[in-house]
């Protein structure tokens, strides 16, 4: 079986890279962190599912890739647009379903999609995208564009048979995807101890004569860049799919405002995961290494706070969209419906 | 003109399709070797690259169909039975179907997938099914139901030109059934009826199979005085409600014949249809011909009597016009 071992090789990151890893972060963490007091005010329709304390894991991977790469998710569905550089203002018009959202208020909250940067959709039925990212990489092999595809997926879909046929079917015809297991260690309320054959989901990777790796420490941003890249590197150079698997945590409950009739998570564990957080880890390291000062670093925050702000509000001003517009976009080449709207 | 087989006419379709285009390949089990008989010599002209078998793997090979005519190519998937197409319910009804939808556009998904009925060849409850009403109560698939090889090959042609996912079904009872067709390339559009034969006494829509029992029907009906009209609707998704209407309000009387099980099914559409937009014209109830909803049993013996004859649907016939008096079911 094929090893990932250049894993914990040191890469090669230039300082704008790291500051971008910073700033996407942040993007992420504002954007939840936003999110969730509206939610909390009640003013975001539907369920929500936040990032909180996955940004290291999502932007890690997320920068592994080119602008031009596919990626597909699941609910947990804003970091990955952002992650993979997406305009803040549509993604927020989307989760008040506005007509200005970027799925023009035909998705919320657990299905962001930005074709312009890649993300070709987050998928509410848990691991249903996963086949979907497998083509993208199926049609990025055939057409021999040099694009690869990475799919996110969590420890709770990772039981899904359609993970299992898109290894196989991955790893058969060699496609350029990387499985990505957002490993934070519990579906909704089950912990994935209790539900996972293996210890760790990569672990099913030799089942599939594939490269699978954990990475371990899933806070820690330029190492989940660094495993990614290695399996994004040997996709594009036509060696086929990998998995890779982050540990991580997820700081918030499994949607925001779900209330949970038994404890389920140790609130010491929770404390020791909020102690490493990601964006507080990949702070002091910019600052120890000389890579930004505590000023350029405060700046930063401040930029994507506005950034967050500014998307919010264009969002609130955003109109709703026309109840016409129920109708539009079920068809490339429409079919009306006959004897007119209901 | 050239006399094919509706089997041999799904293959040229393929073929002329795979020729014209290089985003236009083609996955599913055993096509490699044409076990089926619709990709002849398939891997010579166009390689494995575009011809690619695939693993058992339903839920696997349909989503990735659906990913890949998401980001550039125009695949064609061969389900083989209509029955597996089970398998991969997820992804026909949460990804095919609706990642345009919910994306606001920003996704097309020129894909097909390809079905075939096996009824009425004592292949049991597993391989007989008739799904296609299923998939019509899911907005967001073009389904087409070719009656025979010409519509196979024309329709076929269409959807593999379509931005949008279309499901094919195909009737295996048709597969050697061989028909005169152009020697050039055609293409038949989605959501246009084919008017069979005129008539004025009755209308008889008809689907996939079922066409031929309603021809022999008909056929055998003017030799009794009666004159039917016989639609065969070719596209279920959409439906060319317009054509039906107006030979309704022609002969005010309606009898559908649908290898689909009754309930829910492909005639109950129909007949809801033109009982809401063609009420007025009716002069009779409209009846159903379809498949009991019973599943599907091993025995010959048991399984023949079960789908719309030609005699079932004479019958109808006369029930409409009155030359039969109550509706028994
Ligand atoms: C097919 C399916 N089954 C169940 C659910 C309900 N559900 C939504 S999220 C979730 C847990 C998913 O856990 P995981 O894959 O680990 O992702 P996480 O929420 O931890 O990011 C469940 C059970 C669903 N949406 N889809
Ligand atoms: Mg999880």
């Known amino acids: ?342 | 003109m050239t006399r094919i087989s509706y089997l041999a006419a799904i293959g040229e379709a393929q073929r002329e399709a795979m020729a014209a285009d290089p985003r236009v390949i083609l996955i599913g089990e055993d096509v490699q070797s044409n076990l089926y008989g619709t990709a002849p010599n398939f891997v010579e002209m166009f390689g494995v690259e575009r011809v690619r078998n695939a693993p058992i793997s339903e839920e696997g090979f349909v989503g990735a169909a659906a990913g890949a005519a998401m980001t550039g190519l125009r695949p064609i998937v061969d389900l083989t039975y209509a029955s597996f197409m089970y398998m991969a319910m997820d992804q026909f009804v949460n990804q095919v179907a609706k990642n345009r939808y919910m994306f606001g556009g920003q996704a097309s998904l020129p894909v097909v997938y390809r079905a075939s009925m096996f009824y009425r060849s004592s292949t049991a409850a597993h391989h007989s099914d008739r799904p296609y009403p299923m998939f019509m109560n899911v907005p967001g698939l073009k389904i087409m139901v070719p009656s025979g090889a010409y519509e196979a090959k024309g329709l076929l042609r269409t959807a593999i030109d379509l931005d949008d996912p279309v499901l094919s079904f195909e009737d295996a009872t048709l597969w050697t059934k061989k028909q005169d067709l152009p020697d050039e390339e055609f293409r038949i559009p989605f959501g246009v009826a084919n008017l069979v034969t005129e008539g004025t006494d009755v209308t008889v829509v008809a689907i996939a199979g079922a066409v031929e029992e309603a021809r022999k029907a008909v056929a055998a009906l003017a030799g009794e005085g009666v004159s039917a009209e016989l639609i065969d609707p070719r596209t279920l998704v959409p439906l060319d409600v317009e054509t039906i209407l107006k030979s309704v309000a022609k002969t005010g009387r309606l009898v559908v014949a649908d290898p689909a099980h009754r309930t829910c099914g492909a005639a109950a559409e129909i007949s809801a249809l033109v009982n809401e937009y063609g009420f007025d014209s009716l002069k009779a109830p409209i009846l159903r011909v379809n498949t009991p909803d019973i599943q599907i049993p091993f025995s010959p013996s048991l399984e023949r009597p079960l789908y719309p004859s030609a005699r079932r649907i004479q019958e109808a016939v006369k029930r409409a016009i009155g030359a039969v008096a109550s509706a028994s079911p």
């Open chain 1, 1 to 342: 079986m094929p090893e990932l071992t250049e894993v914990y090789a040191p890469v090669e990151v230039d300082r704008e890279t790291q500051l971008e890893m910073l700033r996407r972060m942040q993007r992420v963490r504002s954007f939840e962190l936003t999110v969730a007091s509206l939610v909390k005010k009640g003013e975001l329709p539907g369920a929500v599912h936040t990032s909180l304390g996955q940004e290291a894991e999502v932007v890690g991977a997320c920068m592994a890739l080119a602008p031009t790469d596919y990626m597909t998710g699941n609910h947990r569905s804003h970091g990955h647009p952002i992650g993979k550089g997406a305009s803040l203002p549509p993604l927020m018009a989307e989760l008040l379903g506005k007509s200005t959202g970027v799925c023009r208020g035909k998705g919320g909250s657990m299905h962001l999609a930005d074709f312009s940067v890649g993300s070709l959709g987050e998928s509410g039925v848990v691991g249903s995208a996963i086949p979907v990212a497998t083509g993208a990489a199926l049609s990025a092999h055939v057409l021999g564009n040099g694009r690869v595809a990475l799919c996110f997926f969590g420890d709770g879909a990772a039981n899904q048979g359609c993970l299992h046929e898109s290894l196989n079917l991955a790893a058969i015809w060699k496609l350029p995807v990387i499985f990505l297991c957002e490993n934070n260690q519990y579906a909704s309320t089950t912990p994935a101890r209790t539900v996972l054959s293996v210890d760790r989901v990569a672990q099913r990777a030799s089942g599939y004569s594939i490269p699978g790796v954990t990475v371990e420490d899933g806070q820690d941003v330029l190492a989940v860049y660094a495993a990614v890249k290695v399996a994004v590197d040997r996709a594009r150079r036509g060696e086929g799919p990998s998995i890779v698997e982050i540990m991580t945590y997820r700081y918030s409950e499994h949607s925001e405002g779900l209330l949970h009739a038994g404890a389920y998570r140790d609130a010491a564990e929770r404390e020791s995961w909020i102690a490493r957080d990601p964006l507080v880890l990949h702070r002091a390291r910019l600052l120890t290494a000389g890579v930004a000062t505590e000023a350029e670093l405060d700046q930063l925050v401040s930029d994507v706070e506005d950034e967050v702000a500014s998307a919010l509000e264009f969002a609130v001003a955003s109109p709703l969209p026309e109840p016409a517009e129920a109708y539009a976009d079920l068809f490339t080449t429409p079919i009306p419906q006959f004897g007119g709207m209901v």
